[in-house]
């Protein structure tokens, strides 16, 4: 299966550091939640991996869910498929767990803040013993003053990628850029929904803006 989303420049090493994070996190049969699976190509990462495991992907567009469940094949009877809206997940049925690793990629952007909080305690109470949450998204930039280191690391990313990752040329822009579907939420957000949910957060990677973050049940 190709990569659906080929703008970042970072996508394929982050991808692959979840792939190996959840892999090692997971024994035989636990059970993987993918929250915004779009058409399941993490799915299929974590199957080149851990084919024993049992993949649940669930995202709101069934069109993608259809193409997931042609490219999550060979998962067999241990993939499930998902509709549902973040925003409303407490009202989704089958989803329950125990989950050994709950993982969402490039889509908490897409929630307003609170849905984002929601999301993250819906998942605390969801995992298993020494299960996790593992978020990969953008994070929110909120300095002017720091714009220009961050352009200078989107620079450099673009002269070994040979791609472009930047979204604007200064912080107006940057801010312009804001809206309903794109409201990445910051560092500090993040840990704070993680704490109020009572997982041990701990962001794993950071690359250009695009971080991987964790929340660990205690105990
Ligand atoms: C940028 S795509 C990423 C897809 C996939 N995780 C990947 O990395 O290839 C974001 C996905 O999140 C899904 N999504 C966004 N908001 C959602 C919501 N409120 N409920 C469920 N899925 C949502 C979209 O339908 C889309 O498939």
Redesign the pocket.
């Known amino acids: 299966m190709e990569?659906?989303?080929r703008r970042h420049p970072t996508?394929a090493e982050q991808?692959d550091i979840l792939a190996a994070v959840s892999s090692d996190l997971c024994g035989p049969g636990d059970a993987v939640l993918?929250?915004?699976?779009?058409?399941?190509?993490?799915g299929h990462l974590l199957h080149g991996r851990r084919p024993d495991l049992r993949y649940v992907g669930?995202?709101?567009?069934g069109e993608?869910l259809g193409a997931a469940a042609a490219n999550l094949a060979a998962w067999g009877a241990n993939v499930r498929l998902v509709e549902?809206?973040?925003?409303?997940?407490g009202a989704v049925a089958g989803l329950d767990g125990p989950w050994r690793a709950i993982v969402?990629?490039?889509?908490f952007h897409?929630?307003d803040d609170p849905?984002k909080a929601a999301v993250i305690a819906w998942a605390a109470r969801r995992l298993a013993p020494g299960g996790a949450f593992l978020l990969?998204d953008r994070i929110r930039l909120t300095e002017p003053s720091l714009f220009g280191l961050q352009r200078s690391l989107w620079a450099r990313l673009e002269r070994i990628h040979g791609e472009g990752m930047r979204t604007a040329d200064d912080f107006a822009a940057y801010e312009q850029d804001l809206g309903s579907?794109n409201r990445p939420a910051t560092l500090a957000d993040y840990a704070r929904w993680f704490a109020d949910a009572g997982l041990a957060f701990q962001p794993l990677h950071l690359h250009g803006n695009i971080a991987i973050l964790a929340g660990a049940r205690r105990g």
């Open positions: 990569d659906p989303i996508r991808l993918d929250l915004g699976c779009g058409t399941g190509y993490f669930f995202d709101r567009k993608s549902g809206d973040l925003a409303n997940i969402s990629v490039l889509t897409d929630l849905a990969l579907d």
